[in-house]
């Protein structure tokens, strides 16, 4: 699994909503166009709104592939984060530190919190990412929260076992009360419905 279960859907959220990086179709007369394009037999098919759909219509200009000195493809950043992503194992926790920097000098704030929060998930003591996202902010973010204390976590998970209702209502007390548990009892009741 590339990202832990909560940063996938902010991730994916981001994909959608993030503007594509432009494609460049440089020509041989020196002007450079940003945008998107295909390739249609003999003809490239550039769009300056960023489509690659070979059938585009709109705004489109065509050019014979002769005309055409270089074609560049430009994924978007997160498209790129993603793979960079894939290709990490489980426990790469430097190489997603990497990454964090990586976002950061893209200027990609959003994703650099989360890839710098994922990797505090696997290890809620990691020097460089601890420091990388501020250990008083982290200490914020964490207090009460079972994807970062192993001992809540446990302690969810036996809330999650129990089948009595009644029972979980004085195990979420106790839990809020010496765990200083963030999340509030539906969560975990959604959990138990949901599994």
Known sequence: MIFSRP???ILLILLLVTTAAADVVVLKNGRKLRGGYAEVGETVVFNPYF?????MVFGVERFPRSAVKELIREDPPLV???AKLSELGPDDLDGRLALAEWCGERKMKAERLEVLLDILRRDPAHEGALKAYGKSKFRKVAKGNPDYDEEIRAAVEEYLALPDPEERKKVYAKLKRERSIAMPQEYFDRMIRAA
Do not use: F, K, Q, V
């Open 51 to 55: 489509s690659r759909h070979p059938e």
């Open 7 to 9: 940063l996938a859907p």
């Open 80 to 82: 790129t984060l993603l």
